[in-house]
T-cell receptor, first 111, second 126 residues
């Protein structure tokens, strides 16, 4: 089974400042077709998860361009260029190469 | 609008059964793969099961294999999760999620979870 490990688990950020979350997988998520089978999701307080990024770097419909995904193989990063109050919540990475596995989640809070 | 609505959760004793469901509306249900994902109280997300658009292919997490069965009724636009031999550790909010496709061409595609329900709560307790 593929294990996903996120860091940090807690991330206090000042509004307007950048933020970065890392996710590492126990095996490469790079498919033979050249795409990384990897997503980022955000779960705002009291809400269901929502898709942010898929295939490692493609923003989902309606996601602000301050969110970006990068990385390949086993190491991935989600960056928020300027954090806003509405970005508070828990961010999850997820692999999609073998069924699905989520990371433990990273809780982003406003300082 | 496009939505998934879960129902059928509740409180049940260990060893008993429950069958939550997920009703789809606003889209053509029978062409989409659908997943169940759960979240134990105060914990992270755990993938549970997936079913193909026509119900012929099903896959499960090891933690539920042999106890849970995912199924769908495309005539009713509804997904089910038959949960047998329930354990205390199955206590969670259960979400259904739609898998949409990014088409690579030549029949190959990538599936991402773009629509989620609000969840239904299952509590297993004596």
């Amino acid at each position: 089974d593929i294990v996903m490990t996120q860091s940090p688990l807690s991330l206090p950020v000042t509004p307007g400042e950048p933020a970065s979350i890392s996710c590492r997988s126990s095996q490469s998520l790079l498919h033979s077709n050249g795409y990384n089978y990897f997503d980022w999701y955000l779960q705002r307080p009291g809400q269901s998860p929502q898709l942010l990024i898929y295939l490692g770097s493609i923003r989902a419909s309606g996601v602000p361009d301050r969110f970006s995904g990068s990385g390949s193989g086993t190491d991935f990063t989600l960056k928020i260029s300027r954090v806003e109050a509405e970005d508070v919540g828990i961010y999850y990475c997820m692999q999609a190469l073998q069924t699905r596995t989520f990371g433990q989640g990273t809780r982003l809070e406003i300082k | 609008q496009v939505q998934l609505v879960e129902s059928g959760g509740g409180v049940v004793q260990p060893g008993r059964s429950l069958r939550p469901s997920c009703a789809a509306s606003g889209f053509t249900f029978n062409i989409y793969v659908i997943h169940w994902v759960r979240q134990a109280p105060g914990k992270g997300l755990e993938w549970v099961a997936v079913i193909s658009h026509d119900g012929t292919k099903k896959y499960y997490a090891d933690s539920v294999k042999g106890r849970f069965t995912i199924s769908r009724d495309n005539s009713r636009n509804t997904l089910y999760l038959q949960m047998n031999s329930l354990r205390v550790e199955d206590t969670a909010v259960y979400y259904c999620a739609r898998e949409s496709r990014y088409d690579f061409g030549s029949g190959a595609y990538y599936g991402y979870l773009d629509v989620w329900g609000k969840g239904t709560t299952v509590t297993v307790s004596s």
